[in-house]
């Protein structure tokens, strides 16, 4: 977690990547890091939008935002 890279599971459905990775969002926050869950697909397009205007995307308020535990 210290080095800050981001985690990424690929599998078949119902294999537990969505439990595996909330078990570490749920880690990482009680550790008092910053989580922030993105589908593949918006984080493609935010890539495509900033490849095609050249540009690096800024943080949105959705993306940004801390995320409440149970």
């Known amino acids: 977690m210290h080095?800050?890279?981001p985690v990424?599971?690929?599998?078949?459905?119902g294999t537990?990547?969505?439990r595996l990775l909330r078990g570490f969002g749920t880690a990482a926050a009680e550790?008092?890091?910053r989580i922030c869950?993105?589908?593949?697909?918006a984080l493609v397009n935010e890539l495509?939008?900033?490849a095609n205007?050249?540009?690096c995307p800024?943080?949105?308020?959705?993306?940004d935002a801390p995320v409440s535990l149970p």
Do not use: I, M, N, Q
């Open 58 to 63: 800024e943080p949105s308020p959705a993306t």
């Open 8 to 13: 990424c599971l690929d599998g078949d459905s």
């Open 31 to 33: 550790a008092g890091f």
């Open 37 to 41: 869950y993105v589908t593949a697909a």
């Open 53 to 55: 205007d050249s540009t």
């Open 16 to 18: 537990g990547k969505s």
């Open 3 to 5: 080095v800050g890279r």
């Open 48 to 50: 495509v939008e900033a």
